[in-house]
């Protein structure tokens, strides 16, 4: 149902690096890139995550409440995507660890300071 969702960055070639090292682990890539935005997209033709500065021209913020959640195929691999996001830069919002009975998930903000969440269901 979603075909692509946004968050802003205040600096596009730092959020390329970032997100470069953060969806490699769940075979995300640069599908779409443009001067102002950039998509990532996995296998298959999902749903993409767009990196963008804002229309508007005005600075990037995070929004309380607003999150991106991507879906990994093993909690293994939600560890993985969490290390490689704190490699990067992110800060922890909640380590990798079982939440409910079938969720497995792990939260940080990346370097704008928009949440994120990896997770395994089942």
Do not use: W
């Not at 692509?4 to 970032?18: E, H, P, Q, S, V």
């Amino acid at each position: 149902m979603i075909g692509y969702t946004t968050i802003g960055t205040n600096d596009l070639d730092r959020a390329k690096g970032f997100y470069d090292k953060v969806l490699a682990p769940l075979g995300g890539r640069r599908t779409l890139v443009y001067e102002r935005s950039l998509y990532y997209g996995g296998p298959g033709r999902g749903a993409m995550l767009g990196v963008t500065l804002p229309f508007d021209g005005q600075a990037a913020t995070s929004g309380n409440g607003g999150m991106v959640a991507l879906s990994a195929a093993s909690p293994a691999m939600v560890d993985q995507v969490h290390a490689a996001a704190m490699a990067a830069g992110a800060s922890c919002e909640g380590p990798p660890g079982q939440r409910m009975d079938n969720f497995y998930g792990a939260y940080f903000r990346d370097l704008d300071g928009n949440k994120v969440c990896v997770f395994r269901m089942g």
